[in-house]
Nanobody
Framework: QVQQVESGGGLVQPGGSLTLSCVVS????????MAWYRQAPGKQREEVARISSGGAVTNYTVAVRGRFTISRDNTENTVYLQMINLKPEDTAVYYCNAVSNVLGSWGQGTQVTVSS
């Protein structure tokens, strides 16, 4: 059973924008801190942004701060990642998950490729 379904990735030129969406099962989403992660080829998966259960508190890794915005819709069990001013180094497969579920199931992710 798929617990997370990520979408919205694609090919974009440097400086471009994308918004990712992730629909999450209620059992994983409800009341939990959610995060977006990414994994570039040959690298370990890393957390890029997280958001509190109510949505009021967010944190970002330094590399994306000021360019990425995480948000969530608690009525739709969905978390979003708005990305602007994309750089080639943002190229990766992006995943969402509850911070407390990182040892559990993962979705297939969505590929983001930043290239001219």
């Amino acid at each position: 059973q798929v617990q997370q379904v990520e979408s919205g990735g694609g090919l974009v030129q440097p400086g471009g924008s994308l918004t990712l969406s992730c629909v999450v099962s209620r059992s994983i989403f409800s009341g939990r801190v959610m995060a977006w992660y990414r994994q570039a080829p040959g690298k370990q998966r890393e957390e890029v942004a997280r958001i509190s259960s109510g949505g009021a508190v967010t944190n970002y890794t330094v590399a994306v701060r000021g360019r990425f915005t995480i948000s969530r819709d608690n009525t739709e069990n969905t978390v979003y990642l708005q990305m602007i001013n994309l750089k080639p180094e943002d190229t990766a497969v992006y995943y969402c998950n509850a911070v407390s579920n990182v040892l559990g199931s993962w979705g297939q992710g969505t590929q983001v490729t930043v290239s001219s």
